[in-house]
């Protein structure tokens, strides 16, 4: 893991080829741990989205893979998690050196993921039941047909397993693909290209273009060739986005917003619920939106539970995402640090104690650091509570009772995730009834079964992927009933 791959200048991805912007402009991507440039990027202009949407929408037509049958797709996309498998190292370090995360979790688990998501929803097309009823006189079925070209958007935390998460299912039901990673972290999506290529994917099949948001990703979401719009990001994107499907009446996905409740009971396993909530709030670097950031903590327990809380932040190894040892890398931006380091102090405005960091790393000053830091006797109403930081800072609030915790935990605008630790099953059954959130876990965090619905409530998002959710969202049903 010591050396440093030749980052290559990433360009768009389109009808099976690389090239340049139309344009010939193109932007640096930076990397976050040491502020430097790592490559250039084309900057893709509304002209070049509409020439990959028309070779999606070429190549959807056609029928060279929407219309084969589901056992060759099935066998291309099996192909691509292997060479994903056989490319890990390379496409770690790339994400690694793009997102500044550690490059423990890049290979130990994003990069994994990112394959297994192309077998599980291979693997999974193929046991798609087609509903069937046998009338005497007549006989009535419905079809799942792929929806079409699809539009795909992704943020920069988790590049290359969430788009993925959504590729791997778009394609697996026979649609079409055009997919706008984030402007900070576009290194490692534009290598699926290649990948694609190498296992044999139909050309125009799937098309990755990248660029800014407000035009590319605009012209992504009001072309009327496209039929479904996938994306993850921030709910007032989500809301642009939607407005936008709305006018060619386009059904959408959207993945946005999380400020989860993480509940530790006095009953819990008190060292477990420390080391799990460490994990919700500081795993890469606190930038995901599962993140488990506000920590609500029963009272009788508040004190120990913070001790041991602030002990175990201490001994988090910031530094070099490249080295194996480290547990938390750099923020993406340097604006984006700066508006985390605004949000604690907003909070310790607002009355929150510092109980640890608040500042960005000594001695990795070039980067872009931040000390992974802990807001303790927060009140839920503190602007630190309620907005999104996206970073390494947990909000600690304590309360007495479960209908406190409950109370606490739905007042928020978001309702993606939640966390519950407790020894008492009816209370973990009664608490997660609950909540207000399309995920919870008791006792553990972050574990997935790609097979369940993956989304959230409120302004958390629209929709459920995942197993069969995903194919009843990138499909069109279609009855047809026959007199018999
Ligand atoms: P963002 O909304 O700024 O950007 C996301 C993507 O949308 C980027 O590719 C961006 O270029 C594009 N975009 C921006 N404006 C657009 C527009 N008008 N039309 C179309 N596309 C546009 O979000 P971000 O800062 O990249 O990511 C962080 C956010 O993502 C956080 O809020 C986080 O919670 C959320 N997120 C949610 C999930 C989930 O599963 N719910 C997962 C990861 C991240």
């Known amino acids: 893991m010591k050396t440093i791959p030749i980052v290559r200048d990433a360009k768009l991805f389109i009808d099976g080829e690389y090239v340049d912007a139309i344009s010939g402009d193109s932007f640096d991507s930076i990397n976050p741990a040491t502020n430097e440039r790592l490559a250039s990027v084309a900057n893709a202009g509304v002209e070049d989205v509409k020439r990959a949407i028309t ?52 290979i130990g688990f994003d990069i994994p993921r990112a394959a297994q998501n192309f077998r599980f929803f291979a693997e999974m097309a193929k046991y798609i039941v ?10 009535s079925y419905a079809k799942y047909a792929p929806a079409g070209v699809t539009s ?31 402007s900070y972290t576009p290194l490692s999506a534009v290598m699926l290209g290649e990948i694609a290529n190498e296992a044999g994917l139909p050309k125009g099949v799937l098309n990755i273009i990248t660029g800014p948001g407000s035009t590319v990703g605009t012209a992504m979401t009001n072309h009327p060739s496209v039929r479904r719009i996938s994306f993850v990001g921030e709910s007032n994107t989500g809301k642009t986005i939607m407005k936008n499907a709305a006018n060619n009446l386009i059904p959408v996905s959207l ?22 909530s460490i994990e919700a709030i500081y795993r890469n670097q606190g930038e995901i939106c599962l993140a488990g950031s506000r920590l609500l903590v029963q009272e009788s327990i508040y004190d120990l539970f913070l001790e041991k809380f602030v002990h175990a932040t201490r001994n988090i190894k910031v530094g070099d995402p490249l080295d194996l040892a480290t547990e938390m890398g750099a923020l993406v931006s340097e604006s984006h640090l700066q508006s985390v380091h605004r949000h604690v102090e907003v909070g310790i405005d607002e009355g929150a104690k510092l109980a640890y960091g608040g500042k960005r790393v000594t001695g990795l000053a070039r980067g872009n650091f931040y000390e992974p830091t802990v807001l303790y ?3 839920n109403k503190m602007r630190v509570a309620q907005e999104e930081i996206f970073g390494p800072v947990v909000v600690i609030i304590p309360f007495k009772t479960e209908e406190e ?23 973990a059954k009664r608490v997660t009834a609950t909540v207000d959130a399309g995920l919870l876990w008791v006792n553990c965090w972050y574990i997935r079964d790609l097979r369940t619905p993956f989304g959230g409530t409120k302004a958390s998002g629209i929709g459920r992927e995942g197993g069969r959710h995903s194919f009843e969202f990138y499909t069109e049903a279609k009855t047809i009933t026959m007199k018999l």
């Open 255 to 276: 993945e946005l917003g999380g400020k989860s409740a993480n509940i530790v009971f006095e009953d819990a396993d008190i060292d477990e619920a420390v080391k799990g």
């Open 152 to 182: 795909l958007i992704i943020p920069w935390n988790l590049p290359f397993m969430q788009m993925t998460w959504k590729v791997s299912a778009a394609l697996a039901a026979g649609n079409t693909v055009v997919i706008k990673p984030a």
């Open 377 to 379: 006797d927060v009140s």
């Open 130 to 139: 087609h509903e069937h009823y046998d009338q005497t006189n007549f006989m």
């Open 405 to 427: 915790a409950i109370e606490i935990a739905n007042d928020s605008i978001y309702g993606l995730a939640g966390v519950v630790w407790t020894n008492d099953i009816r209370r």
């Open 55 to 106: 070779c999606a929408k070429e190549a959807f037509d056609c029928g060279r893979w929407s219309k084969i049958s589901v056992e060759e797709r099935s066998a291309i996309l099996c192909r691509m998690s292997d060479l994903i498998i056989a490319k890990m190292e390379e496409i770690a370090l790339v994400e690694t050196l793009d997102v500044g995360k550690p490059i423990k979790e890049s």
